[in-house]
């Protein structure tokens, strides 16, 4: 059975430092990975994906994706992070082949502070 | 391009009542999800529908949830009898595409409270 862990229930940052939310994740087969965001009292928006190609996967809002097959992960990441980051991630994936169900982690609160 | 709606955004109801959520896709959008989250755990599978059929219910609890998509388009959910574990966050998502092309679009999500 396929799964993702995220490992942190909340990540805080200070605006304008680094930040990095970290996932992994089980599954047969190629995986295929997402990140969504959810902002508060939100549906969940989708981040970015990696299907193939490039490890390094860039998507919305300056956030990018780092796809480490050696070490099952799939951590997000943004060079500087801003305020309005503030929000809760989930990781997803589904494994490759046929028809397979998407499966979401538990999800990241990310906090970033003033 | 309206997004995918659900109604209603939260419902409080008592053990032992039946709640129906509502689902409206995309237009155009033929796959239609159901997932719920539990308070601080993770986002789960319920079922997906291709046009009006069930392409996979695996995720559903039990029999006390029934899933329909009647003519392709909106979906409902309905919950009964509800019990106090069905407390939750249900969320409808729908995809044209695949899902391992393409993203998944969300609702806002139907909180259902169960006393």
Redesign the interface.
């Known amino acids: 059975a396929q799964s993702?862990a995220q490992p942190e229930?909340q990540v805080n940052v200070a605006e304008g430092n680094p930040l990095t939310v970290k996932c992994t994740y089980s599954v047969s087969g190629n995986p295929?990975l997402?990140w969504?965001v959810q902002y508060p009292?939100?549906?969940?928006?989708?981040l970015l994906?990696y299907?193939t190609g490039d490890n390094l996967v860039k998507g919305s809002y300056g956030f990018e994706a780092e796809f480490n097959k050696s070490q099952t992960s799939f951590h997000l990441k943004k060079p500087s992070a801003l305020v309005s980051d503030s929000a809760l991630y989930?990781c997803a994936v589904?494994g490759?082949g046929g028809?397979?169900?998407?499966?979401?982690?538990?999800?990241t609160k990310l906090q970033v502070i003033p | 391009e309206a997004?995918?709606t659900q109604f209603p955004s939260h419902s409080v109801i008592e053990k032992g009542q039946t709640v129906t959520l509502r689902c409206d896709p995309i237009s155009g959008h033929d796959n239609l999800y159901w997932?719920r989250r539990v308070m601080?755990?993770?986002?789960?599978?319920l079922l997906?529908f291709v046009k009006e059929s069930k392409?996979?219910e695996?995720?559903m609890p039990n029999n006390r949830f029934l899933a329909e998509r009647t003519g392709g388009t909106y979906s409902t959910l309905k919950v009964q009898p509800a019990e106090l574990e069905d407390s939750g966050v249900y969320?409808c998502?729908s995809s044209f595409t695949a899902?391992?092309?393409g993203?998944?679009?969300?609702?806002?999500?139907s909180r259902l409270t169960v006393l």
């Open positions: 993702v229930d295929y997402f969504y009292n939100r549906g969940l928006q989708f994906k299907i989930f589904r490759g028809y397979q169900k998407v499966t979401f982690g538990t999800g | 997004g995918v997932y601080g755990k993770e986002i789960k599978f997906h392409q996979d695996s995720g969320f998502a899902v391992n092309t993203e998944l679009f969300f609702g806002e999500g």
